[in-house]
């Protein structure tokens, strides 16, 4: 081999060796997530806003289906194949993640004071000095309604829980309409459409939610059992056959144009502004009487956290500091209206009902679902018996005072109140 041929073999060999360095300094995060309906915003909008910004850190989004998550998940948690960034959500789910040391400590993440401790409370530990992901966004309960089918038969929307009945009734007697699009068959729309989105207004939200937590209420008490007999009115508007009809029967009844008013979270807006040919509106759960203090369900649903094993832990922390911060914020809300966020920072809205959503945050007092701090840790799990039993209720297969008992022999068999 001659000299010069020897040159250029160690010349090609260390403009190989640079470029495989260079490579090296790239690193990849992989995130873990249930909601694969945003993977295309995600791909479209979060990620190259973070990868401008952020040059040597790539990011995929790997989601899971919705109800395969929290199995798939453990599982690979468990294997230690699990992606860098895990979606969390709120409470306990992930508070058992963060005490098996699947989750690492972000207390201190640059980015966390832009939440509040309400905000961080799904993914802290009860005592609050640990918080172990990123809030994310919330979702907001109430009642979307056809503008169009209101407009048509002269209805004005019900702020009083007379003035609904009152509404339901006016559409069931002209028979264009179902009144409302319910079903009870999944269990959980009864549960998280009906009873949790209402009931906060009659357990005075997080006064009778923490009074619960703390023994000092109970659920046969009359403020938990008052909006299950509410609750038991809507069976005579929900339209025929409401016991078979599954979640995706509701939206599409109501998205056909078929149905007057949805039991709503504020997650169905992206999907209702494509599906729906008619102008929407939305309204808070009515009070009991006029000037009464209204309240809403609005409910930290979604956060996300770093992988304790993540072997790109520092990117990972470059990455959550992004995500805590107003910019994050801003594209998310607006990309995926009917999310919102729990940054402190103010963020502005284009969506016109999910700016209607928002605004109640401003004349009501917030809470979350009662169900989900503490109180579904045993067994029976209060929030899974709380679908069945708001089923029941509307079915009219048990009474609202026998399913509130049912409720609280269930809780008294495991739960101890936190004082």
């Given at each position: 081999?001659?000299?010069?041929t020897?040159k250029?073999?160690?010349l090609?060999?260390?403009?190989?060796?640079?470029?495989?360095?260079?490579?090296?300094?790239?690193?990849?995060?992989?995130?873990e997530?249930?909601?694969?309906?945003?993977?295309?915003?995600?791909?479209?909008?979060?990620?190259?806003a973070?990868?401008?910004?952020?040059?040597?850190i790539k990011?995929?989004?790997?989601?899971?289906?919705?109800?395969?998550?929290?199995?798939a998940?453990?599982?690979?948690?468990d294997?230690?194949?699990?992606?860098?960034?895990?979606?969390?959500?709120?409470f306990?789910?992930?508070l058992e993640?963060?005490?098996k040391?699947?989750?690492?400590?972000l207390t201190?993440?640059?980015g966390?004071?832009n939440f509040?401790?309400?905000?961080?409370?799904?993914?802290?530990?009860?005592?609050?000095?640990?918080t172990f992901?990123?809030?994310?966004?919330s979702?907001?309960?109430g009642?979307?309604?056809?503008?169009?089918?209101f407009?048509q038969?002269?209805?004005?929307?019900p702020?009083?829980?007379?003035?609904?009945?009152?509404?339901l009734?006016k559409?069931k007697?002209?028979?264009?309409?179902?009144?409302?699009?319910m079903?009870?068959?999944?269990?959980?729309e009864?549960?998280?459409?009906?009873?949790?989105?209402?009931g906060?207004t009659?357990?005075?939200?997080e006064?009778?939610?923490?009074?619960?937590?703390?023994?000092?209420?109970?659920?046969t008490?009359?403020?938990w059992?008052?909006?299950?007999?509410?609750?038991?009115?809507?069976k005579?508007?929900l339209?025929?056959?409401?016991?078979?009809?599954?979640?995706p029967?509701?939206?599409n009844l109501?998205?056909l144009?078929r149905a007057a008013?949805y039991?709503?979270g504020?997650?169905?807006i992206?999907?209702?502004n494509?599906?729906a040919?008619?102008?929407?509106?939305?309204?808070?759960p009515?009070?009991?009487k006029?000037?009464?203090t209204?309240?809403?369900?609005?409910?930290?649903?979604?956060?996300i956290?770093l992988?304790?094993?993540?072997?790109?832990?520092e990117?990972?922390?470059t990455f959550?500091?992004?995500?805590?911060?107003?910019?994050?914020?801003?594209?998310?809300?607006?990309?995926l209206?009917?999310?919102?966020s729990?940054?402190?920072t103010?963020?502005?809205?284009?969506?016109?009902?999910?700016?209607?959503?928002?605004s109640w945050?401003?004349?009501?007092?917030?809470t979350i679902r009662s169900?989900?701090?503490?109180?579904?840790?045993?067994?029976?799990n209060?929030e899974?018996?709380?679908?069945?039993?708001s089923a029941n209720?509307?079915?009219?297969?048990?009474t609202?005072e026998?399913?509130?008992k049912?409720?609280?022999?269930?809780l008294d068999?495991w739960?101890?109140?936190v004082?």
């Amino acid at each position: 081999m001659t000299r010069t041929t020897m040159k250029g073999l160690l010349l090609a060999s260390s403009i190989l060796g640079s470029a495989g360095l260079a490579q090296a300094q790239d690193v990849t995060l992989t995130i873990e997530s249930w909601r694969n309906d945003d993977l295309a915003i995600w791909q479209e909008k979060l990620i190259p806003a973070f990868e401008a910004k952020n040059p040597g850190i790539k990011v995929v989004f790997s989601p899971s289906a919705p109800t395969e998550y929290n199995a798939a998940l453990n599982a690979k948690l468990d294997a230690g194949s699990a992606g860098d960034l895990i979606t969390c959500r709120p409470f306990d789910t992930s508070l058992e993640l963060f005490n098996k040391k699947h989750l690492a400590d972000l207390t201190s993440l640059p980015g966390m004071e832009n939440f509040s401790d309400v905000a961080k409370s799904a993914w802290s530990t009860d005592d609050g000095k640990a918080t172990f992901c990123v809030p994310m966004a919330s979702v907001i309960h109430g009642f979307i309604y056809n503008k169009d089918a209101f407009d048509q038969l002269g209805l004005s929307v019900p702020t009083t829980e007379e003035e609904f009945f009152a509404v339901l009734e006016k559409i069931k007697a002209d028979g264009n309409y179902i009144p409302m699009a319910m079903g009870t068959k999944d269990l959980w729309e009864a549960a998280t459409m009906g009873y949790q989105n209402i009931g906060p207004t009659y357990w005075k939200g997080e006064e009778g939610r923490l009074a619960l937590i703390k023994g000092e209420q109970k659920l046969t008490d009359e403020p938990w059992v008052e909006p299950y007999r509410v609750l038991a009115k809507w069976k005579d508007y929900l339209g025929d056959g409401f016991e078979a009809q599954t979640y995706p029967d509701s939206q599409n009844l109501f998205t056909l144009g078929r149905a007057a008013i949805y039991p709503a979270g504020s997650w169905e807006i992206s999907g209702f502004n494509t599906q729906a040919q008619f102008k929407m509106g939305a309204f808070p759960p009515p009070v009991k009487k006029a000037g009464d203090t209204c309240y809403i369900s609005d409910h930290t649903d979604i956060g996300i956290g770093l992988n304790a094993k993540s072997p790109n832990a520092e990117a990972g922390r470059t990455f959550l500091t992004w995500v805590a911060s107003p910019e994050f914020a801003e594209i998310y809300a607006n990309a995926l209206p009917g999310f919102f966020s729990l940054n402190s920072t103010p963020v502005k809205m284009t969506d016109p009902l999910a700016q209607e959503f928002v605004s109640w945050r401003e004349k009501c007092k917030p809470t979350i679902r009662s169900t989900y701090q503490i109180l579904a840790r045993g067994t029976p799990n209060l929030e899974n018996e709380t679908w069945v039993e708001s089923a029941n209720v509307i079915n009219g297969t048990d009474t609202p005072e026998v399913a509130a008992k049912k409720l609280q022999d269930g809780l008294d068999s495991w739960f101890k109140p936190v004082k």
